[in-house]
């Protein structure tokens, strides 16, 4: 999280993206919702890991991403896994394009948020890793572990 996005509120995350890819650039976009949807977000009912985005016709939308249906909008509310559009700028969607037809390249969505009221969606240009790589990720992580066992512990190592 940057340092201007104070009132930056989580709705929900996808972890594992960031060990299924290597994230080369982000994105923010907006999301174009129905009325119940947002009611559905404010209870935090999303789930967005296995859920991707296309560019299709010069636009940015964002498949498979579930959102619970309201339980007070009975007879409101949409398909929970319906398509949704992307709110970005023109400039953005065109290099997004030209990188995603790039062999290797697809769009994942990181994070749902809350930001000065409205829910955004951060979408992440990524690569897919290797065997290997994921390997390293986790050797990585469970090193880090380690280390943070060792501080908690003072530094003394007893075996």
Not at 55 to 76: C, D, F, K, M, N
Not at 94 to 99: N, V, W
Not at 135 to 147: K, N, P, T
């Amino acid at each position: 999280m940057a340092a201007g996005d104070t009132d930056r509120k989580l709705i929900a995350t996808n972890r594992r993206a960031r060990f299924e890819y290597e994230i080369l650039d982000r994105y923010e976009a907006g999301i174009v919702l129905r009325g119940p949807e947002v009611k559905s977000l404010r209870e935090g009912k999303a789930n967005i890991t296995d859920s991707y985005a296309v560019v299709r016709r010069g636009e940015v939308y964002l498949i498979s991403a579930h959102i619970s249906p309201y339980t007070q909008a009975a007879g409101e509310n949409s398909e929970p896994r319906r398509e949704r559009k992307l709110l970005l700028h023109r400039a953005e969607i065109a290099r997004m394009a030209s990188r995603v037809k790039e062999r290797g390249f697809t769009l994942v969505p990181l994070e749902i948020y809350w930001k000065q009221g409205r829910a955004k969606v951060e979408i992440g240009l990524a690569r897919g890793k290797r065997v290997y790589d994921k390997r390293e990720s986790i050797r990585r992580r469970e090193a880090d572990r380690e280390l943070a066992r060792l501080k908690r512990r003072g530094g003394r190592y007893s075996d």
